[in-house]
């Protein structure tokens, strides 16, 4: 496993990055995960219907590949993309989501912060507020995209969309939560229990 720790990113590109990656990786290759932050910006998954977009105003709206419906990324907000080869692991995708609200969950968890997932809509919830979304893409047996979880940001662009579909879905963060961290600090805590979950490769990877 590569974790690569990217900064703050652009969408678009590191999107691009991802699709590249998971078109070209040669078989045995090392899975990857990319952590990252992005400048403001609304991403509509596939099935994205168009009214969940309220009033984007200046902030970039972008149509990508990754499931789900119209969600907000910006500075302050954990972004993990997980670029796996799922057959080499023998994952299915509701298992790899299930494994990724866990691994929120129990890094929650350590706050003292009490959190659950949602059979019909994908991410985590504190009290019925989301704090973390989820998002996924599976190509040739790969997957790319992943999670973001909100740390300490300006959560007023959410009031601009209907958050993943769902409309007057309160939305927090963890310094709403009263917790004092940064992104590196987060990551720190998400990255060790994410990488735990996941089933060993069944290949080892191919070293170039």
Not at 3 to 8: A, D, E, T
Not at 113 to 124: F, L, N, Q, S, Y
Request: net charge neutral; proline share 9%; with cysteine.
């Amino acid at each position: 496993m590569t974790i690569r720790h990217l900064g703050r990113s652009d969408y678009h590109a590191t999107w691009a990055a991802m699709r590249d990656h998971t078109e070209n990786a040669p078989p045995g290759a090392a899975d990857e995960i990319w952590v990252t932050e992005h400048p403001p910006v609304f991403t509509l998954g596939r099935n994205a219907r168009p009214e969940h977009l309220l009033a984007p105003g200046d902030i970039p709206v972008i149509a990508s590949d990754r499931g789900g419906q119209v969600t907000y990324h910006g500075p302050g907000q954990l972004i993990v993309y997980l670029l796996l080869d799922l057959r080499r692991r023998g994952l299915g995708v509701r298992e790899l989501v299930t494994l990724m609200e866990q691994a929120l969950i129990d890094t929650l968890a350590h706050w003292d912060i009490t959190a659950h997932a949602r059979p019909d809509a994908p991410g985590v919830y504190v009290d019925g507020a989301k704090i973390a979304s989820l998002g996924l893409r599976i190509r040739r047996g790969r997957s790319y995209h992943g999670l973001a979880l909100n740390v300490d940001m300006d959560l007023e662009p959410f009031s601009r969309i209907n958050p993943c579909g769902h409309a007057g879905l309160p939305v927090t963060q963890l310094r709403d939560l009263g917790i004092d961290t940064d992104l590196p600090g987060a990551a720190r805590l998400l990255l060790p229990r994410l990488t735990r979950r996941l089933p060993p490769a069944t290949v080892p990877p191919r070293h170039i």
